[in-house]
């Protein structure tokens, strides 16, 4: 078992440094970094104390090195726009963003599991193939068009709800079901098949042969087990959904990373774009690596398998 | 005695192969090729010049319309029927090539990395892996911002951003292939790595890399479209259907419907149609990929 986790914190490590290596290179490679680097219509005293900072003259290793030596000590430079430190930028949106991101998983689960479940117990009945449209439609349309439409249902048309801005508990509703959509229909196919292999093994076989009506079969013995794998996908998600939300963060002007990200792009604000690629891939390997060492505890075939 | 041939009926064996084949939505893709191809004849105005005049015209059937701007007018006075138009050779070429870049780094570097084997592979492969961790949207916003927005420059970025797909499964699919017969029979018979590769390997994972592809038509296209959303993908005034959503949410909050719903209509079914197309390919040509 500890070999095992020490292996997987290797692989995560390499993971880490690639990715820094990649944004990195990026940066270096396809041009001059100071462009990037150093506020447009900077005064010359400015270019030279960043490439003093960042050793722009040295050669490429010595570069790296003092990139990584900035980023393990937190710091990702300072945004041209807001002119604070970008992980304090960061941190501050970060809320909002785990915000919306609960609130979609709420949504898409709510959607999912007794949809996918209702799936699996009529397979290939009506549910099923409605659930195999919903899952199409769920991955065909795109979130900010699902965010745009919903705006000029309920903002424009109806007037229910807030076209943007957060808040208020009415302000979360159409970012979280924009998010949530695609999610929905991921979900709801996990909790199909994962249910159906449930259903199809011998305790459940036991259950029938007792005399359990179906009902009983489902809720009490099927349901619990066919969810372990849905909520473990759910975990990851939730923290994918952090880092997914640009789009739909921008329709709604909801002050997330996402957000932020656009304000990035859009104000020419580098550090901060750099910020949000490196932190949040450095997420999403981090929580791969946490699915890992959960599965090889749950399921010794994972560790001793070299 | 002249001898009777049995006659081979071809036509049921081509029936099953063509069971369940998405009609509708290949018949929306070629329409959209087609109108992508022949956008110069087909479109009545010119897509990047309208008059300020005729600016937020409706379409034809609501008052107010005219049947000089059948789908009406945008906030330049632009008619959006020849921007949907023009806009569908955007996606198209987009679409298509970013899907080939993607496509051949990943299959060609699946193959090297599946047959070789050893650091290659492990090279290959860590790659692949953090590649894959990052947000594949998040990765191309980056890029554009470090190589700034132009239409060769997204497909370029698209093509990096999503081999690592390819990659991942052709690897998976060379690992099995290479412990079957004919490639250790090529072996024994002394081709070169490089030959195996060529010959016998890569005619294989064809298959595969084609469901690949027209799977990921759609979720390039989408990509593209959010890109132009936020306004670093095709720059203007070249219309894009996402750039063209983008500017219709100016107009969306007074009642311009047109203008948003249309272009996310376009998007819509040429993504649904691809995704059709690809799952009806998943099934037919490569039962291995069910499991994608």
């Known amino acids: ?306 | 005695m002249a001898i009777e041939t049995p006659a081979i009926d071809l036509a049921p064996r081509f029936a099953f192969r063509l069971e369940g084949f998405p009609v509708l939505p290949t018949l929306i893709l070629a329409g959209i090729g087609l109108l992508a191809v022949f956008a110069g004849s087909l479109a009545p105005h010119d897509p990047e010049i309208g008059s300020l005049a005729a600016r937020f015209r409706p379409p034809a059937w609501q008052a107010g319309g005219s049947s000089e701007h059948l789908l009406g007018t945008d906030h330049l006075g632009r008619d959006v029927l020849s921007r949907l138009i023009f806009g569908a050779r955007v996606s198209v070429v987009v679409g298509f090539t970013a899907v080939i870049v993607a496509g051949v780094i990943g299959t060609l570097l699946g193959i090297v990395s599946g047959y070789l084997g050893g650091w290659v592979d492990q090279v290959i492969m860590r790659i692949t892996d953090t590649w894959l961790a990052l947000p594949a949207l998040t990765f191309a916003i980056f890029l554009t911002a470090v190589v700034g927005p132009s239409m060769w420059n997204i497909v370029i970025i698209l093509g990096l951003v999503y081999w690592t797909r390819y990659a991942r499964v052709i690897r998976g699919e060379v690992l099995s292939l290479k412990e079957r017969e004919f490639v250790r029979l090529a072996v024994v018979a002394g081709c070169s790595k490089w030959t195996i590769m060529r010959r016998h390997i890569l005619p294989n994972v064809l298959n595969s890399a084609i469901v690949l592809a027209t799977l990921m038509l759609g979720v390039v296209i989408v990509t593209e479209a959010a890109l132009s959303f936020l306004g670093v993908g095709v720059p203007p005034p070249k219309p894009a259907w996402g750039l063209m959503l983008a500017d219709g949410k100016k107009g969306m909050m007074v009642g311009y419907w047109w203008l948003t719903v249309l272009p996310g209509a376009c998007i819509m079914l040429m993504v649904l149609s691809a995704n059709l197309l690809g799952d009806w390919l998943r099934v037919k040509l490569d039962p291995q990929l069910r499991q994608l």
């Open chain 1, 1 to 306: 078992m500890t070999h095992y986790i020490i292996r997987r914190l290797g692989y995560s490590l390499i993971s880490l440094l690639l990715l820094s290596l990649t944004i990195f290179l990026f940066v270096r490679v396809t041009g001059d970094p100071t462009t990037l680097l150093v506020e447009p219509g900077a005064p010359q005293a400015d270019i030279d104390a960043i490439r003093q900072r960042f050793g722009l003259d040295q050669p490429l290793w010595v570069q790296y090195w003092t990139f990584m030596l900035s980023l393990v000590q937190g710091d990702f430079g300072n945004s041209f726009y807001y002119r604070t430190p970008v992980l304090e930028l960061y941190l501050s949106r970060l809320p909002n963003s785990l915000l919306l991101a609960i609130a979609a998983m709420t949504f898409s689960l709510l959607i999912g599991i007794p949809s996918g479940i209702l799936a699996a117990v009529r397979v290939g009945g009506f549910w099923d193939s409605a659930g195999k449209v919903f899952s199409l439609l769920g991955l065909s349309l795109p979130s900010f068009w699902v965010g745009l439409v919903l705006i000029l249902v309920f903002s424009v048309t109806l007037g229910w709800l807030p076209s943007s801005g957060s808040g208020t508990v009415w302000h979360l509703l159409m970012p979280a079901f924009a998010l949530g959509w695609y999610f929905a229909a991921a979900h709801m196919r996990l909790t199909r098949s994962s249910m159906l292999e449930v259903l199809g093994s011998e305790y459940i076989k036991l259950a029938r042969l007792k005399g359990l009506p179906q009902s009983l079969v489902i809720a009490k013995h099927a349901f619990k087990n066919a969810l372990i794998p849905v909520l473990t996908l759910a975990g990851v998600n939730l923290v994918i959904m952090i880092n997914v939300a640009v789009v739909v963060e921008t329709v709604f002007a909801w002050p997330g990373i996402g957000r932020l990200l656009y304000e990035g792009v859009t104000f020419r604000d580098f550090p901060v774009v750099q910020a949000v690629v490196l932190l949040g891939g450095t997420m999403i390997v981090l929580v791969n690596l946490l699915i890992d060492i959960l599965y090889a505890l749950i399921d010794p075939r994972i560790r001793l398998e070299q």
